[in-house]
C-alpha cells in the first residue's frame, strides 16, 4: 500500500519569496504523483502531475515539481508566491496496474500563508 | 473541460433525516466516480469508489448501510447519508474519472451540517 508524508503542515512565507512544499511517499510499484491546491470550502484543483518522462514538471500559477525517484520524493516549488498563493496544498498519489490512477492515496496537506 | 458539480453545496439537516448529495460530471463520461470525506483542517479521506452500473467499493471501516452510494448513469453518482447524526457533519468532496484516464476531476464539495 502506498502512502503520502507532507513534512511541514504550516508554511508562512512573505510574498516575493520563493517557497518549497515538500513530499515523500512510499510504494512498492511505480506511481504517478499529482499537487492539489484547496482553496476555503472548494473542492480541489489539479496544480500539476508526474506521470512519467521528464522528472521536472511544470504546472499552472508558476509551480513547479521534481520527482526524485531514489529519494521517493515530489517537492512543490514557486520561485516567488503571491498573497493569492494562500490556500492548502495536498500531494497526492496513485500506483499503476490495471487500476492505475483509479485510487488517490493523500498526504495530511500544507497549509501555505503568504504574508504582505 | 473535465467540470464536476455537486449539490448542494450546503446542508443542514436533523439528527435521524437523510441527506442526499449530487455529483454530476457535466461535459465527460464518469466512468468511475469517488466519494471522499474531509473533516476541519484534514485530509481527504477516500470512503468508496463507484463504477456505473456496479455496486460501490466501500473503503474499510466505512458504513455501507448508512453512506448509500448510486452510480446510476455516466453523469451522476448520489451519496445518500441516511439516519444522519451529527457525528456525520463534514465536508463531501466526490471526484469523477472518465475512461481509461488518470486523471480524477474534482466537485466543489458538500458542507453537511447535522444538528
Known amino acids: 500500500a502506498q502512502s503520502v508524508t507532507q513534512l511541514d503542515s504550516q508554511v508562512p512565507v512573505f510574498e516575493e519569496a520563493p517557497v518549497e512544499l515538500r513530499c515523500n511517499y512510499s510504494s512498492s510499484v511505480s506511481v504517478y504523483l499529482f499537487w492539489y491546491v484547496q482553496y476555503p470550502n472548494q473542492g480541489l484543483q489539479l496544480l500539476l502531475k508526474?506521470?512519467?518522462?521528464?522528472?521536472l514538471v511544470k504546472g499552472i500559477n508558476g509551480f513547479e515539481a521534481e520527482f526524485n525517484k531514489s529519494q521517493t520524493s515530489f517537492h512543490l516549488r514557486k520561485p516567488s508566491v503571491h498573497i493569492s498563493d494562500t490556500a492548502e496544498y495536498f500531494c497526492a498519489v496513485s500506483e499503476w496496474g490495471e487500476t492505475s490512477g483509479s485510487r488517490l492515496t493523500f498526504g495530511e496537506g500544507t497549509q501555505l500563508t503568504v504574508n504582505p | 473541460g473535465a467540470v464536476v458539480s455537486q449539490h448542494p453545496s450546503w446542508v443542514i439537516c436533523k439528527s435521524g433525516t437523510s441527506v442526499k448529495i449530487e455529483c454530476r460530471s457535466l461535459?465527460?463520461?464518469?466512468?468511475?466516480m469517488f466519494w471522499y470525506r474531509q473533516f476541519p483542517k484534514q485530509s481527504l479521506m477516500l470512503m468508496a469508489t463507484?463504477?456505473?452500473?456496479?455496486?460501490?467499493?466501500?473503503e474499510q471501516g466505512v458504513e455501507k448501510d448508512k453512506f448509500l452510494i448510486n452510480h446510476a448513469s455516466l453523469t451522476l453518482s448520489t451519496l445518500t447519508v441516511t439516519s444522519a447524526h451529527p457525528e456525520d457533519s463534514s465536508f463531501y468532496i466526490c471526484s469523477a474519472r472518465g475512461g481509461i484516464s488518470y486523471e480524477q476531476y474534482f466537485g466543489p464539495g458538500t458542507r453537511l451540517t447535522v444538528t
Open positions: 461535459d465527460f463520461q464518469a466512468t468511475t
Open positions: 508526474y506521470l512519467s518522462g521528464s522528472t
Open positions: 463507484s463504477n456505473e452500473g456496479s455496486k460501490a467499493t466501500y
